[in-house]
T-cell receptor, first 115, second 111 residues
Framework: SAVISQKPSRDICQRGTSLTIQCQVD?????MFWYRQQPGQSLTLIAT?????????ESGFVIDKFPISRPNLTFSTLTVSNMSPEDSSIYLC????????????FGPGTRLLVL | TQLLEQSPQFLSIQEGENLTVYCNSS?????LQWYRQEPGEGPVLLVT?????EVKKLKRLTFQFGDARKDSSLHITAAQTGDTGLYLC???????????FGTGTRLQVFP
């Protein structure tokens, strides 16, 4: 399985500001995904990060609020823009590999608190 | 919209007891994964099942994928305090690489 790291691990931000979260994988992967997990809840998919092209967003999530980059096969960023307290959540990246697309491996998550 | 309902939502038991967590849907999935998530960490994959009716055992954990590929169960024998965590099932959607996550079951095992 891939080893995935995320930066920052946690942050406290003021409303109206933006935060960029990084996801780094130790090997090339096929797919990268970004999820949100609100306190005590399950995971909700925000978008699929596509290498070299625009991310594919799920219903309820838009590029202006959650711009995503994926410049290569091992790295992606998620920005939470113009934050409000409702954005307080855990943000997780996950990856899957060619030949095992049904299985995803997760990073440790970024815990965001917006005041 | 594909939904995966897990039951029970919360489970609090003593060490040594057995338990079963259920994951149900009206949709058919290509695969089914189970994850465990501990506080402050990301979900960790426990198992992937891909064949209807498949049963997999991982030490004290037994996973079953329903014949119709719409449901799954996780049975833990002789629970230990280290089993405490949030258990999540996730279904693989056909023709996509996306996973649909269940509602989650929070397990607390007391010594």
């Amino acid at each position: 399985s891939a080893v995935i790291s995320q930066k920052p691990s946690r942050d406290i931000c003021q409303r109206g500001t933006s935060l960029t979260i990084q996801c780094q994988v130790d090997s090339q992967v096929t797919m990268m995904f970004w999820y949100r997990q609100q306190p005590g809840q399950s995971l909700t998919l925000i978008a699929t990060a596509n290498q070299g092209s625009e991310a594919t967003y799920e219903s309820g999530f838009v590029i202006d609020k959650f711009p995503i980059s994926r410049p290569n096969l091992t790295f992606s960023t998620l920005t939470v823009s113009n934050m409000s307290p409702e954005d307080s959540s855990i943000y997780l990246c996950s990856v899957s590999t060619l030949g095992a697309q049904e299985t995803q491996y997760f990073g440790p998550g970024t815990r965001l608190l917006v005041l | 919209t594909q939904l995966l309902e897990q039951s029970p939502q919360f489970l609090s038991i003593q060490e040594g007891e057995n338990l079963t967590v259920y994951c149900n849907s009206s949709s058919v999935f290509s695969s089914l994964q189970w994850y465990r998530q501990e506080p402050g960490e990301g979900p960790v994959l426990l198992v992937t099942v891909v064949t209807g009716g498949e049963v997999k055992k991982l030490k004290r954990l037994t996973f079953q994928f329903g014949d119709a590929r719409k449901d799954s169960s996780l049975h833990i024998t002789a629970a230990q305090t280290g089993d405490t965590g949030l258990y999540l099932c996730a279904g693989g959607a056909y023709n996509t690489d996306k996973l649909i996550f269940g509602t989650g079951t929070r397990l607390q095992v007391f010594p």
